[in-house]
């Protein structure tokens, strides 16, 4: 037997959350399974226990109807789920053959790839203006992959303090320019310049970093899986680099270089405010780093034409439950007014 269950996370702190869970009996015990995250919770009559759990008041719950965006019949949420599935590694004809089995969709692939496009283009639009608060200390690799019988480099360059991504180029060769535009692309984004770029021995980065870093920046070579940052190994890096299969599983059918610009930009946006990240204590980067961010998850790109494009203020609570190397934290999110981000 499967119910709803809200829960208020952090206790104490008015924010109810929704969950479907299940009733199983293990040794002779009553234990409450949890199935799936539902999303935050509209009901009231819900307070708080002495202990930090949940009493439910029997209050009515009215049922509402899905949000839909103008001209399209799929609810807003069923896009907004396909494109996270999407960007965490599934490809379309698996979350054709999901949606068809959950919801009853029957739709072809073209029309999964039509939101991809569509809403990938929105959630850079939306993210364009946000301006990462990171460290003085970056680092840079690549990666390579084979599409449509080309071979095609991905450029990454990650900040060791907050593993924020500021950024990720593509191109079909390995030389200094492509160094250089990474490092350019990196600098625009954090408004500043680093003061120390880890790279591997690769020669193009010499070039790349000298020329735009020029004097302001020291460049270090080695192998960057094993140099040592701020007294630690680069885990950071080799964290991002386990992540990297999701996004070829994501690239790999397609071999136009606009698709894969395109993608490999709605994947940042991704990693940076969607996908939860160890070394930042199981949140996104960008909630981690910042006092405002633009987006909390798919739903705020997938929204209906009309609603307001609101911001989000970012207030951490740390788990005391948790115990371990790494913190881990609970990311509350209230909606502000855009403005406020230009003014923070």
């Known amino acids: 037997m499967s119910f709803i269950r809200a829960k208020e996370i952090p206790p104490g702190s008015g924010n109810w959350y929704d969950y479907e869970v299940e009733t199983v009996h293990e040794g002779g015990k009553v234990i409450q399974k949890h199935i799936r995250y539902i ?24 049922a509402t109807k899905p949000t839909r965006i103008h001209k399209m019949k799929t609810p807003a949420k069923l896009i907004a789920s396909a494109m996270g599935m999407y960007y965490g590694g599934m490809s379309l004809d698996a979350i054709q053959q999901q949606f068809k089995q959950d919801h009853e969709l029957d739709m072809s692939e073209s029309n999964y790839w039509n939101w991809v496009e569509r809403f990938t283009k929105e959630a850079v639009k939306r993210c364009k203006g946000f301006k990462p608060k990171v460290g003085d200390t970056w680092v840079a690799d690549e990666t390579y992959m084979k599409l449509g019988g080309r071979t095609v480099y991905f450029w990454d360059i990650i900040d060791s303090k907050t593993n924020y991504l500021l950024a990720s180029y593509v191109s079909f060769t ?57 007294g630690e190994s680069t885990a950071e890096i080799e964290r991002f680099h386990r992540t990297l299969e999701q996004r070829t599983k994501v690239f790999q059918k397609y071999d136009d270089i606009d698709t894969i610009k395109l993608l490999t930009d709605g994947w940042l946006i991704n990693y940076n405010f969607f996908k939860q990240n160890e070394g930042c204590g199981n949140i996104p980067p960008a909630q981690a780093m910042s006092e405002v961010v633009p987006l909390k998850d798919w739903n705020d790109v997938v929204i209906p034409k009309g609603t307001p494009d609101m911001d989000y203020k970012v207030s951490l609570y740390r788990r005391r439950s948790v115990s371990g190397k790494y913190p881990v934290y609970d990311a509350s999110l209230e909606p502000v007014e855009k403005a406020s981000q230009e003014s923070a």
């Not at 509209?42 to 949940?54: E, F, N, V, Y």
């Not at 030389?175 to 003061?195: Q, S, W």
């Not at 020029?214 to 899986?225: K, L, M, S, V, W």
């Open 39 to 62: 999303g935050k919770s509209s009901r009231s009559g819900l307070r708080s226990a002495p202990s930090g759990g949940m009493i439910n008041t029997p209050t009515p719950v009215r």
């Open 174 to 230: 390995r030389g200094a320019r492509d160094a250089r535009m990474l490092m350019r692309l990196a600098r625009v984004r954090a408004g500043k310049y680093p003061r120390v770029v880890v790279t591997d021995k690769l020669a193009s980065y010499i070039s790349g970093v000298g020329d735009e870093y020029a004097t302001y920046t020291e460049h270090r070579q080695g192998g960057p899986f094993k140099y040592k940052v701020s």
